[in-house]
């Protein structure tokens, strides 16, 4: 299963079409249960997402779940350790599947090779199997995975933002031997935003929002499989990141998943280039 759960929604408001706001701690649970009857295995998280880790830690179950955790950014290398340390309690897990730098541009500054240092003594301490960074793009990827040994790269990735896709890029990651998870795929929610309500800093999206209509219907299919198709099928994807706000929309996101793995149609028009619309820190 290449689909783990994003955790922000469950600690924070977060997303442009989220109208329902945080979800609630029950129904966090429900979510929870229903992703591993699905077989989600893992979650992402970070100790920057309000109070979603100590809700995650409260989840009465037997089950484990793996989770990629994230330091954050304003935290120092001499403080890493404990950063992780609380996290871990607050997961109540003995140890995360992997754990990032939040935002890659901190490995490249100045003080970066500290910083780097302080996310291996993580994997050497044993408070993590594997190590990794959250960057913006496949060039920011490139850029580190050039002058640091990583385990995984997140980076975002979505119907209309498909520079994952660039071979030069997968034949990298492939000799990096580096894991990929993506994550945005609902671009903060904006590609499920009708024409009408689409905001003026996205209004370069309208045509793509149009076409992306249209195709659903020429192929008889959802909106939502044909998102999640191109990452669903491509080899050098591991994880998709998603979020859900209740246990039905997991449901339908789930539905999806399966459907957009039967799919072979080439999507490569609903692509763009534009930095403003891919990433979601200029709106």
Request: aromatic share 8%; proline share 4%.
């Amino acid at each position: 299963m290449k689909l783990a759960l994003g955790s922000v929604q469950f600690g924070l408001d977060y997303g442009i079409s989220n109208t329902t706001g945080k979800v609630s701690t029950s129904e966090v649970y429900q979510l929870l249960d229903s992703a591993w009857q699905a077989g989600i295995t893992a979650i992402d998280t970070a100790s920057s997402y309000g109070d979603s880790e100590k809700i995650l830690g409260n989840y009465q179950s037997p089950r484990l779940f793996n989770y990629l955790g994230k330091i954050s950014p304003e935290c120092p290398p001499d403080r890493y350790i404990e950063e992780a340390e609380q996290s871990i309690k607050d997961l109540n897990i003995k140890s995360f599947e992997a754990i990032s730098v939040h935002h890659g541009s901190i490995l490249l500054k100045e003080n970066g090779l500290a910083h780097y240092q302080a996310l291996a003594a993580l994997k050497t301490a044993g408070m993590t199997n594997k190590i990794g960074c959250s960057v913006y793009s496949p060039a920011e990827a490139i850029e580190l995975l050039n002058q640091y040994p990583l385990d995984m790269i997140q980076l975002p990735a979505s119907i209309f933002d498909q520079r994952i896709f660039d071979e030069q890029f997968i034949s990298f990651i492939q000799e990096k031997n580096v894991e990929l998870h993506i994550r945005s795929i609902f671009l903060q929610g904006a590609v499920f935003l009708s024409q009408r309500n689409v905001p003026d800093i996205l209004q370069r999206l309208s045509p793509k929002l149009a076409l992306l209509e249209r195709l659903s219907l020429q192929y008889k299919t959802s909106k939502l499989a044909l998102i999640m198709a191109p990452f669903a099928n491509n080899p050098s994807v591991d994880k998709i990141i998603i979020g859900c706000v209740s246990k039905a929309q997991l449901e339908e996101n789930l539905a999806a998943y399966h459907t957009a793995k039967s799919l072979n149609i080439d999507l490569s028009e609903l692509a763009i280039d534009d930095e403003t619309i891919l990433n979601p820190s200029k709106w």
